[in-house]
């Protein structure tokens, strides 16, 4: 019975000889392209995530680069005018007739010699500001403004340029909110200090030209707390275009701006960021824009306001885009080669796998019926043997009695030859058996 199941098993059903392969070949298929897929596709994954970062990387470089150039390129400029407002200084210190009506202290006659070469300089240079001052501070002549005088100077360029003996220059924030380069020199003949000569230069021009060289837009605003509303006020109505609208924004006042328009968005994340620095893009209709916000400082490094930098980004974002998504299409292709030549290779090694198993299982079959048929061809005996106490017969399974060699004759391949041992011989045939001792 046990060797029958196991023929059976080993030679299956026609139907199961036919599904098994098919099994068989869908699972190798499986087990081969479905890890290959998920390698693949967190393959791609990676290396677009990777090309997003790196891109990401890039791209806040060259914002921070953009920034940064805008910085040195505004004090590139503020440098030279610099320069430029001591070299007239140096100029105006030689002229004999400022220092005789100065000695004299003449404020008629020294503003008639100085209001042309004030004039000359406004037009020419954007000189805005020109100022005589005492030794002790007070204001003997503003050319500019020729009716005020007798007030005390107490800004920090001028205190610096009495404290080092020496010029100072930089850039300070006025009361009506205007940023203004101040170059302080002193005015030495003989070892003796005269006085103070002074030129001023409102840098609101310098502003588009940065922004026409670098392409990135500026905002610039003031804090309330350092300017006198009345005063803003009183230039405002003239000047809208540069000064705006004092109640339009609770905590600060727009003093410069290149964009044509400030879109509503961007107001939104100068009002959250005043006085911060911070960084966004922003999205405006179509476009994307990079702002940044930084602290705006004065010579003497009081934040007084916020620098907003604004960079058109789209191109860039475009582009960017555009190449994440080629790589990815790219990918997406070579991962679908990859995938077609790992299925018909896979199916090629399941055919192999199958031809194999096959022969292997015919040679099985061929050995388990050699098997089989040697089995059949051995006869074993077994069991209980009912045999006679005197005549040594048995009795077969229908009950007849035979002799012993008939029955083992029939129930195995054994054949008998007759013989006789030494002691029947010695009993049955004495005689003779004692002719052979």
């Known amino acids: 019975m046990a060797r029958n199941t196991y023929k059976a098993e080993l030679s299956g059903s026609p139907a199961q000889t036919k599904l098994m392969p098919l099994r068989y070949k869908s699972r190798i298929r499986v087990k081969i392209v479905l890890p290959l897929l998920v390698f693949l596709a967190v393959s791609a994954a990676l290396l677009v995530y990777g090309v997003y970062l790196i891109e990401k990387k890039h791209f806040t470089s060259e914002i921070n680069f953009r920034t940064a150039e805008v910085r040195k390129l505004l004090d590139g400029l503020i440098y030279k005018e610099t320069k430029f407002m001591r070299a007239q200084l140096r100029f105006l210190d030689d002229d004999p007739v400022f220092l005789e009506t100065w000695r004299a ?33 007070t204001c003997f002549l503003r050319v500019h403004a020729p009716h005020r005088y007798g007030d005390r100077i107490n800004r920090f360029t ?20 205007s940023f203004t380069l101040r170059v302080v020199y002193p005015w030495i003949k003989e ?49 809208m275009v540069r000064k705006g609208d004092w109640d339009k924004y609770e905590q600060f006042v727009l003093i410069e701006n290149t964009l044509a328009s400030l879109p509503r968005e961007l107001e939104e994340f100068i009002v959250a960021n005043h006085l911060l620095t911070n960084f966004k893009n922003i999205s405006v209709d179509d476009r994307l824009f990079s702002v940044c916000v ?23 974002t475009s582009e960017t885009r555009e190449t994440i998504f080629f790589l990815s299409g790219l990918i997406m292709i070579i991962s679908l080669l990859f995938l077609i030549f790992y299925y018909i290779y896979s199916g090629r090694i399941g055919k192999q ?23 059949d061809e051995v006869k074993v005996l077994s069991g209980y043997l009912p045999i006679c106490a005197s005549c040594k017969q048995i009795r077969d399974d229908n009950g007849y009695w035979t002799q012993l060699e008939s029955y083992i004759r029939e129930h195995s391949e054994a054949e008998f030859s007759h013989d006789i041992c030494p002691d029947c011989a010695e009993k049955l045939y004495p005689d003779f058996n004692s002719k052979l001792k």
Do not use: C
């Open 158 to 177: 001028f205190e610096k340029a009495v404290a080092d003996s020496e010029t100072a220059y930089g850039v300070e924030l006025g009361p009506l909110g």
């Open 191 to 239: 070892g003796r200090l005269l006085g103070y000569l002074e030129l001023g230069e409102e840098i609101e021009h310098l502003v588009p030209r940065v922004r026409e060289i670098t392409g990135a837009d500026l905002v610039y605003t003031i804090d309330k707390s350092f300017l006198d509303r009345e005063a803003w006020q009183g230039i405002a109505e003239g000047d």
């Open 105 to 137: 202290r003449d404020r008629e006659a020294l503003y008639n010699r100085a209001q042309p070469v004030f004039e000359e300089m406004l037009a020419d240079f954007n000189v805005t500001h020109f100022y005589f001052i005492e030794p002790d501070g």
């Open 353 to 375: 796998m199958f031809s194999y198993q096959h022969r292997l299982e015919d040679l099985v079959r061929e050995r388990t019926r050699d098997l089989q048929i040697a089995l």
């Open 294 to 316: 930084h602290p705006l400082r004065d010579a003497s490094g009081r934040q007084v306001g916020s620098t907003m930098l604004i960079v058109d980004i789209s191109e860039i």
